[in-house]
Nanobody, 119 residues
Framework: QVQLVESGGGLVQAGGSLRLSCAAS????????MGWYRQTPGNQREFVAAISSRGVKYVDSAKGRFTVSRNNADKMVYLQMNSLQPEDTAVYYC??????????????WGQGTQVTVSS
């Protein structure tokens, strides 16, 4: 059974940094593409970053500020977020995804972790 547990969110001032973590069970993070999504109230989840054996991908707004990484042995996926801006405020989720479409591969979502950036 797939289980995803996100952590590391919080309240930070604009320009600050946070490191999000995703603990995955039931998924081999070293074999599948893993990604981060975020969601704001009233909106659909949007893609933020992805990592696979083929490399990394980012939404344009995250390029140069966010870094996605993973630890295969620990089944962990991370998102280092620097130079945070108020528009980064959202609930962040991780999931496995399709490398081409960047859509999640399954409907198993964790509780997410709230990131709030104050101006």
């Amino acid at each position: 059974q797939v289980q995803l547990v996100e952590s590391g969110g919080g309240l930070v001032q604009a320009g600050g940094s946070l490191r999000l973590s995703c603990a995955a069970s039931g998924i081999d993070v070293g074999l599948v593409a893993m990604g981060w999504y975020r969601q704001t109230p009233g909106n659909q989840r949007e893609f933020v970053a992805a990592i696979s054996s083929r490399g990394v991908k980012y939404v344009d707004s995250a390029k140069g500020r966010f870094t996605v990484s993973r630890n295969n042995a620990d089944k962990m996926v991370y998102l280092q977020m620097n130079s945070l801006q108020p528009e980064d405020t959202a609930v962040y989720y991780c999931n496995s995804l399709n490398w081409v479409t960047l859509r999640p591969r399954n409907d198993y979502w964790g509780q997410g972790t709230q990131v709030t950036v104050s101006s």
